[in-house]
C-alpha cells in the first residue's frame, strides 16, 4: 500500500512540476510578446541569446526555449542558427490569435489596430447572424437567451457578464452550421471581450447594449436573415463607436 502512495505522490509531484514549468515560460512568452507588439522591439530586431537571456531572467534555458517557441508558433519570431532570434514583420504576426489579442490590449492598442478588428467583426458577424436565422437550433436559441439574461444580471463590468457576452456571439457563429466559419468563434470572442474591457478602463460604458442584442436575438429567433444581419451590423457598429468614445473620452 505504502509503494503505491509513494506512486500517487510521484505523480502530483511530476504534474505539479509540469504545471510550475508551464507557467514559467508562459509568463516569459506572454511578457515578450506585449513587448513585440507594443513596439518595444521592433521588426528585424534581434533578442538577447538563449544564455544571456536565460541568466538574465533566472531561469532555465529549456524555459527561455520554449518561450521562444511559443512565439514563434505565433509568427512574431523566428530563430535561426548563427543570426540569433528575430523579430518578424507584423503581416507574419497570428494577430487573431487570443493570447496575441490579449498582448495587444496590455499595451495600449492604436486606433487603427482597433478599426482592424470591428472591421472584421462587421464582415463576419451580420453575415453569420443572418445565417443562423436560418439554421438555429432550439438548443442554440435556448443558450443565447440564457447568455443575454446573464449578461443584464450581472452587467458587463464583471467578468461573468462578458463570459456570457462571448457565449451570445459564440453560439450565434456556431448556429451557421459552418465548421470554418465557427473557427473564428475564439478570435472574435476574444476581440469581444478585450474590446469590452478596454471600452472601460477609464469609465463606465456609456451606453446600455443590451437592446441591441436583444434585437439580434430576436430576429434569429424569429428566423428573419435580414433584420438579423441589420441587428448585429447596428450592435458592432454601435460598438465601435463607444471605442473611439474611450479612445478619447471628450468625445
Do not use: C
Not at 445565417?131 to 452587467?155: F, P, V, Y
Not at 453560439?171 to 472601460?200: C, D, H, M, Y
Amino acid at each position: 500500500m505504502r509503494k503505491k502512495k509513494d506512486k500517487a505522490g510521484d505523480g502530483d509531484f511530476a504534474r505539479d512540476s509540469l504545471a510550475a514549468t508551464s507557467r514559467i515560460h508562459g509568463s516569459i512568452a506572454r511578457n515578450l510578446g506585449v513587448a513585440i507588439v507594443s513596439g518595444q522591439y521592433q521588426p528585424g530586431d534581434i533578442l538577447n541569446n538563449e544564455i544571456d537571456s536565460s541568466e538574465q531572467l533566472q531561469v532555465s534555458r529549456s524555459a527561455y526555449r520554449e518561450a521562444i517557441r511559443i512565439l514563434a508558433a505565433k509568427g512574431l519570431v523566428e530563430s535561426r542558427p548563427k543570426t540569433g532570434t528575430r523579430v518578424t514583420e507584423r503581416n507574419r504576426w497570428s494577430l487573431l490569435d487570443p493570447e496575441v489579442l490579449a498582448w495587444f490590449f496590455e499595451s495600449e492598442p492604436s486606433e487603427e489596430f482597433l478599426k482592424g478588428l470591428y472591421e472584421l467583426r462587421m464582415i463576419v458577424e451580420p453575415a453569420a447572424a443572418a445565417l443562423a436565422a436560418e439554421r438555429r437550433d432550439d438548443g442554440q436559441l435556448e443558450r443565447m437567451r440564457k447568455a443575454l439574461i446573464q449578461m443584464e444580471s450581472q452587467t458587463l463590468a464583471t467578468e461573468a457578464g462578458q463570459a456570457a457576452d462571448r457565449d451570445f456571439h459564440d453560439t450565434v457563429l456556431e448556429a451557421t452550421a459552418n465548421a470554418p466559419l465557427f473557427t473564428l468563434s475564439s478570435s472574435i470572442g476574444a476581440a469581444v471581450r478585450w474590446t469590452t474591457i478596454f471600452k472601460q478602463r477609464k469609465r463606465e460604458l456609456p451606453r446600455d447594449p443590451m437592446p441591441d442584442h436583444w434585437k439580434v436575438f430576436d430576429a434569429i429567433a424569429a428566423g428573419r436573415p435580414d433584420q438579423a444581419r441589420q441587428a448585429m451590423e447596428r450592435l458592432v457598429g454601435l460598438a465601435l463607436e463607444d471605442t473611439r468614445a474611450a479612445i478619447d473620452p471628450r468625445d
